[in-house]
């Protein structure tokens, strides 16, 4: 069965410091992989995807993931954090045909 | 192209009542999840629908019901309601065609039992 596991349920940095945000899953079979993004009080945006094809994805608002069968993780990195990037994140895995699982969710704190 | 359309937002329903959320796919999607979203629980899968039929179910009692008609719109429906079961309900929309598994969510329907 797979599965997903987010590194840390809370992650405080500082604006303009690094963004990382651990995922690793567990899956038999190369898996699509995704991140989403949850403000308060509203659903879950699409940041980006690993359809097998280029193993580092670029998304939206600057964040990058890059995919590694070997460590069978899909961290979630940005350069420079910035106040707006305050929000929950959830990694999850889908196998074809199949649903979609999530991680527990990480919640990113900016400190100015 | 519009996103995907939850109705409605808020509700507020007591114990033993049942209730429906609607929720209208992106143009074009076929298929429709469902999601309940709770502080201890996270985000824990309902089903999901593909033409009008259902495909995957998660671990929730029979009290939790889903449909899709014709024009892939959704519905689900939770009976005799408890107090567990206030949470924030997400759909998703998705082509699901070979190579695009990709699930675009709408705002949700905030669920709150007295």
């Known amino acids: 069965a797979q599965s997903v596991t987010q590194l840390g349920s809370h992650v405080s940095v500082s604006e303009g410091a690094l963004v990382l945000l651990r995922c690793n899953y567990s899956s038999s079979v190369p898996p699509y992989l995704f991140w989403y993004v949850q403000y308060p009080n509203q659903g879950l945006q699409l940041l980006l995807k690993y359809t097998s094809a280029a193993t580092l994805v670029k998304g939206i608002n600057g964040f990058e993931a890059e995919f590694k069968k070997s460590e069978t993780s899909f961290h979630l990195t940005k350069p420079s954090a910035h106040m707006s990037d305050a929000a929950e994140y959830f990694c999850a895995v889908r196998h074809r045909a199949q649903k979609l699982v999530f991680g527990q969710g990480t919640r990113l704190t900016i400190n100015p | 192209k519009a996103g995907v359309t939850q109705t409605p937002r808020y509700l507020i329903k007591t114990r033993g009542q049942q209730v429906t959320l609607s929720c209208s796919p992106i143009?074009?999607?076929?298929?429709v999840s469902w999601y309940q979203q709770t502080p201890g629980q996270g985000l824990q899968f309902l089903f999901e629908y593909f033409s009008e039929t259902q495909r995957n179910k998660g671990n929730f009692p029979g009290r939790f019901s889903g449909r899709q008609f014709s024009n892939s719109r959704s519905e689900m429906n939770v009976s005799t309601l408890e107090l567990g079961d206030s949470a924030l309900y997400l759909c998703?929309?998705?082509?699901?065609?070979?190579?695009?598994?990709?699930?675009?969510f709408g705002p949700g329907t905030r669920l709150l039992v007295l």
């Open positions: 998703a929309s998705s082509l699901l065609r070979a190579g695009e598994e990709t699930q675009y």
């Open positions: 143009s074009g999607h076929r298929s």
